[in-house]
């Protein structure tokens, strides 16, 4: 590729093909890096570019990663301010990362625990990291649209979870 | 606020007035939480959708920060997917971390050691971010339009930096 930028050039109307590529963008965007905030960085970016690319109106892409015991702090992100610190068990993203099972949230007003960064969101999906049985965090994204992810969705975002866990040094 | 995301509403067509907001925002965000990682994040976005209200088409802001001794690697950031490391002395990054100068580069493609990143980069600002003479990281904004930034930016950001220094534990 001519440039870094490039990565985020997803020429696909398909979206298991874009997750596909997404997958393979971060595999070779982290192949000579373990830093955890740089890798995150450019995946928050390749994951808001992909669904863009797919007009899919995700509002935000990016991570939550255990500080401490219990508790989630934001990470690298693409989209509007967010929630510094969320403990684990609270809202989707504190679910995920208790239960360690990723969350596909259709409707968010439906959700009874919902913490709501932004009052726009519609529909959520949170992909627990998870190695050698500890949450290292979670990926988050948000979606204007009801419904906004679904089983291919999740498929390809564990893996990218099993890449994460591969690839970072936390 | 109602929700976090509403902090990245600037309400101002005046880009001293929203420069403001945006420091006032980044103090507001970061009065409880220190963790640089979270504080950065926030502060990506912040730039982002500061200068986006202003219709000022930058397409990258965020951070690279000091890894080890002479070495930058990217940190949290909005726009598209970016180069990992950049060795102080090196392009316009590098610069302003080695000489702990701010640097405004009106047009990329006249600067003799610039690091292309994104090919549609037209200009660029780049602040370092310097405590107790040692270079923490930079600010880097990139521009789609040729002279994005000026005097106006320069000054505020280089605020911005001194209360990253303030509030953030690297």
Redesign the interface.
């Known amino acids: 590729m ?4 490039d ?2 050039n997803f020429q696909s109307n398909d979206r298991k093909e874009s997750l596909e590529l997404l997958l393979q ?1 971060y595999e070779a ?1 982290s192949s000579e ?1 373990d ?1 955890w ?3 995150l ?2 995946a928050s ?2 994951i808001w ?1 992909a669904y863009h690319s797919l007009n899919v109106p995700v509002n935000w892409s ?1 991570f939550y ?1 255990t ?1 401490s015991e219990g508790q989630l ?13 969320i403990e684990f068990g609270r809202g989707v993203c504190g679910k995920a990362a208790s239960d360690q099972v990723t969350q596909v949230v259709p409707d968010v007003n439906k959700h009874p625990d919902h913490i ?5 969101t519609k529909s959520e999906i949170v992909v627990p990291i998870v190695k050698e049985g500890k949450t290292l965090g979670v990926i988050d994204i948000d979606c204007l649209d009801l419904e906004g992810f679904g089983e291919t969705d999740k498929q390809a975002l564990e893996r990218l979870a099993e890449l994460i866990v591969k690839t970072c040094k936390f």
């Open positions: 001519a440039h870094h930028a990565f985020t963008h965007l890096q830093n905030v740089a890798n960085s450019n970016s390749l570019y990016g990663i500080a702090l934001l990470g690298p992100f693409q989209g509007k301010v967010a929630c510094q610190s709501a960064c932004d009052g726009e």
